[in-house]
């Protein structure tokens, strides 16, 4: 259990991963000072690089259930639906990953140019797996209609993530959803 990472012990050393995979960050993370003084700027891609053969799985598998719906049950609008869901995994799999620049800062969390503030956040939560290759910042805001963000953080040093935000927001376990896993081991 040596890899495991205890966040909440601020004496901890962590060493970031390799950068396997991803776009470098700007600039490696630096001792963080207690005050609110100091900004934490990252950059990388905003989501992973897709896994080709999964994709293709999942696509053949939303094609071949279009099609068992059509040929036992004669249901277009079912078999338009998975179809469609097929060629949309396709289509987003095709797409090159933008990269995004991302900061903390004493009054907002700053993803490109839309800005998170504090007071429309509830909570955070750093998920940090080096087994998995699961290095996020999850935030979880107070908007109904989208209650997670999810930042990667590409080789920051999550302890110092986790001390600059516990100024401004309480930590809470955020769960992964169904959706939300598939879509880290699709990568789209």
């Given at each position: 259990?040596?890899?495991?990472i ?6 901890q ?122 290095q ?9 209609y ?11 040093n ?17 769960k ?13």
């Open positions: 259990m040596a890899h495991i205890d966040l909440k012990n601020r004496n050393h962590v060493n970031p991963p390799s950068e396997q995979g991803f776009v470098g960050h700007d600039q490696p993370a630096a001792p963080l000072p207690l005050n609110n003084a100091r900004i934490i700027s990252w950059s990388g891609q905003l989501r992973y690089h897709p896994n080709v053969r999964a994709i293709v799985i999942a696509a053949v598998i939303f094609f071949g259930i279009a099609t068992l719906f059509q040929i036992f049950q004669r249901n277009i609008i079912t078999t338009a639906f998975f179809a469609l869901v097929g060629a949309v995994i396709m289509l987003n799999s095709r797409r090159k990953p933008e990269i995004g620049r991302f900061e903390i800062n004493p009054a907002a969390v700053m993803i490109n140019d839309v800005r998170h503030t504090y007071p429309d956040m509830k909570s955070f939560w750093i998920e940090y797996d080096q087994e998995l290759g699961i996020e910042l999850s935030l979880q805001l107070k908007k109904w989208a209650p997670y963000v999810k930042i990667p953080i590409y080789g920051q999550p302890v110092q993530l986790r001390l600059a935000l516990l100024e401004f927001l309480p930590e809470i376990e955020h992964d959803s169904m959706v939300e896993i598939l879509s880290r081991k699709l990568g789209i």
